[in-house]
C-alpha cells in the first residue's frame, strides 16, 4: 500500500500528525477553488476545527488520510475516503449492510497536477474501500470545477444527482408568475 517510492517523483503515505497543520492550508485552497472566491485567510476557530476533524480521523479505521510527498519531502496532494454504512429500510430485503468509500478533500498543488498523483491517491483509496468491502465509490464535485469534472469522468464517475441553488426572490418570482 501507500510509501512506495514511484519514478515520477512523488509517494503517496499515510497522513501523520505533523502533516496537518499543512493539510488544514490545502482545504482553505480546496475550499477557495471551488468558491472561486480570491485569496482569504482562515478563522482561526475554523482552522482549529480542521485541525481536530483530520486529527480524529487518523485512528479512526473507517478512515484513510492520505497525503503526496514530493521527492524533497515537501507535501503536495492529499485525499480522504471514509466508509459509510446504510441499513436496509424494507421488510422485504434481508438484513443486509450496504458500504460505500466516501472520498473528499482532494487536493494536488498546482505545479504537480498532470503527473498522476489523483490516480496514485485513488489507487490506495479504492484499495482501502474495497478492502472494507464497499462495493461503490460517492464523491461530490462542483458542476464548475473543470479539472475535476473532466478527472473524475476519465476515472469512471457519473453524475447521479444535480444539486441546485436559487435566489430566494427569484423562487418567489417565479411562484408569483405560476399564479393561477
Ligand atoms: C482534479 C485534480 C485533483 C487532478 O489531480 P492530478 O494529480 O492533476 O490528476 P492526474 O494527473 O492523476 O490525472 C488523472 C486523470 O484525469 C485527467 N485530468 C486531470 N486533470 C485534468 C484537466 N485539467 N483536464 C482534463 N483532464 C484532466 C488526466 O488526463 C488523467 O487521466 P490520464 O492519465 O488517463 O490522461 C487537481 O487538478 C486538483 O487538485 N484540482 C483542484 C482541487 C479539486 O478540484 N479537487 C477535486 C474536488 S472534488
Redesign the pocket.
Known amino acids: 500500500m501507500a510509501g512506495k517510492h514511484t519514478k515520477r517523483g512523488f509517494i503517496i503515505r499515510e497522513a501523520r500528525e505533523e502533516d496537518l497543520a499543512e493539510m488544514v492550508g490545502f482545504l482553505a485552497k480546496?475550499a477557495l477553488?471551488v468558491s472561486g472566491a480570491p485569496p482569504h485567510e482562515l478563522k482561526e476557530s475554523e482552522r482549529k476545527r480542521l485541525l481536530r476533524t483530520l486529527h480524529s480521523s487518523l485512528d479512526d479505521p473507517n478512515k484513510l488520510l492520505l497525503v503526496a510527498e514530493s521527492k524533497n519531502s515537501a507535501l503536495v496532494?492529499m485525499g480522504y475516503v471514509y466508509i459509510w454504512r446504510s441499513q436496509g429500510i424494507w421488510e422485504q430485503s434481508e438484513a443486509a449492510e450496504f458500504k460505500s468509500g466516501v472520498i473528499d478533500d482532494?487536493?494536488?498543488e498546482p505545479d504537480f497536477?498532470?503527473?498522476?498523483?489523483?490516480?496514485a491517491l485513488l489507487r490506495d483509496l479504492v484499495n482501502f474501500a474495497e478492502e472494507h468491502h464497499a462495493s461503490e465509490l460517492i464523491?461530490e464535485?462542483s458542476a464548475s470545477?473543470?479539472?475535476?469534472k473532466?478527472?473524475w469522468t476519465?476515472?469512471g464517475f457519473k453524475p447521479t444527482g444535480v444539486r441546485a441553488a436559487a435566489f430566494t426572490s427569484v423562487v418567489k418570482q417565479a411562484l408569483a408568475e405560476s399564479q393561477g
Open positions: 480546496l477553488h496532494g482532494i487536493w494536488v497536477r498532470g503527473l498522476g498523483i489523483l490516480k464523491l464535485y470545477n473543470k479539472e475535476a473532466a478527472a476519465k476515472l
